[in-house]
């Protein structure tokens, strides 16, 4: 898949150009993906199908500021830390 991607102890949390240049992914739980969407419904995106359904959240990188794609990333790290080391996620939730 030809585009750079970001990860912790080899899992992905978060991707560039997906689905395409000028966009980007992160990983989230479905629960996470509602709160962002909800909360910048014009930069933060359900990705279609099965991934969107799981929490995968496109992030339109034009309409993007740094704060709320700062939080996305730091949301989406811990998440596939916690869910690969077996931590509880920040917050006290279970990954």
Not at 14 to 23: D, E, F, L, S, V
Not at 34 to 41: E, L, Q, R
Not at 45 to 67: E, M, Q, S, Y
Request: glycine share 12%; with cysteine.
């Amino acid at each position: 898949m030809h585009h750079p991607d970001f990860r912790v102890g080899g899992k992905i949390f978060a991707t560039m150009g997906y689905p395409r240049a000028g966009w980007a992914m992160v990983k989230l739980t479905p629960e996470d993906q509602a709160a962002f969407v909800g909360m910048k419904p014009g930069m933060f995106v359900a990705v279609k199908g099965k991934w969107g359904d799981k929490g995968c959240t496109n992030i339109i990188l034009a309409r993007a500021t740094v704060p709320p794609v700062r939080a996305a990333l730091r949301v989406a790290y811990d998440a596939v830390d916690a869910k690969r080391t077996g931590r509880k996620k920040p917050g006290g939730r279970a990954a």
